[in-house]
Nanobody, 128 residues
Framework: QVHLVESGGGSVQAGGSLRLSCAAS????????IAWFRQAAGKEREGVAG??????FYDDSVKGRFTISRDNAKNTFYLQMDSLKPGDTALYYC???????????????????????WGQGTQVTVSS
């Protein structure tokens, strides 16, 4: 079992920054992805960024603006969001994937169906 709690959401003007945190507990290991997903009103939930061991993955829409990182000592994962745009407005979720070993696993980082564990979400609102 894995338990995830997000924090750090809020309201910011376009061009501003926010840092989301995801406190994780349980059996994480090194073979799970931890990823940030977001869901805007009326849209499907989409993968934003993922991390597995030292490898990171990003959706094209956030490359160069968002950075995912981890603090293993605190079992906490972060999403640093810079140069925010109104289009980034969404409910952001932290999620933990099923364990996966092998190079083929990199394809699953943004696959919602491979994530059995989810946090409660934190709202990010970017105004123009």
């Amino acid at each position: 079992q894995v338990h995830l709690v997000e924090s750090g959401g809020g309201s910011v003007q376009a061009g501003g920054s926010l840092r989301l945190s995801c406190a994780a507990s349980g059996n994480l290991g090194n073979s799970r992805f931890i990823a940030w997903f977001r869901q805007a009103a009326g849209k499907e939930r989409e993968g934003v960024a993922g991390i597995r061991a030292s490898s990171t993955f990003y959706d094209d829409s956030v490359k160069g603006r968002f950075t995912i990182s981890r603090d293993n000592a605190k079992n906490t994962f972060y999403l640093q969001m810079d140069s925010l745009k109104p289009g980034d407005t969404a409910l952001y979720y932290c999620a933990a994937s099923r364990p996966c070993i092998g190079d083929h696993c990199s394809d699953m980082w943004s696959s919602r169906g491979d994530y059995p564990y989810w946090g409660q979400g934190t709202q990010v609102t970017v105004s123009s």
